[in-house]
């Protein structure tokens, strides 16, 4: 951050230098975290209300997973065909090479 470097003027003409801020810059408050009463009043108005927001968000993620659960399993899947069952030779098959793949 750049610092303006001011003169001062006293009576006896220059006596030193100040660094500080510029005018756009300055803040009202102190800027570090540390608790104070003054932040908690200016949230406590939002506290009711984001509680509220949060709830109603959750509550609708909550029933759309629902609905798409309950849709799912009343479907009963019976216009899709299922393949034939394997044959012994065909699981024979199948089992030496999953045999073969372990080796």
């Known amino acids: 951050m750049r610092y303006l470097l001011l003169r ?3 009576n006896r003409g220059l006596s030193g230098c100040l660094l500080t801020r510029p005018l756009g ?3 009202f ?3 570090g975290y540390a608790y104070r009463q003054s932040i908690e009043r200016g ?3 939002y506290r009711t209300r984001n509680l509220l927001t949060a709830a109603s968000l959750g509550l609708g993620v909550i029933g759309i997973y629902y609905y798409v659960i309950w849709s ?3 479907e009963d899947y ?4 299922m ?9 024979r098959a199948r089992e030496q090479a999953t045999a ?3 080796d």
Do not use: M, Y
């Open 8 to 10: 001062q003027a006293t």
């Open 25 to 27: 810059l300055r803040a």
């Open 29 to 31: 408050h102190d800027t």
């Open 43 to 45: 949230r406590s108005r």
């Open 72 to 74: 799912v399993e009343q």
């Open 78 to 81: 019976s216009d899709i065909p």
């Open 83 to 91: 393949p034939p069952e394997l044959t012994e030779e065909e699981k």
């Open 100 to 102: 073969s793949k372990d």
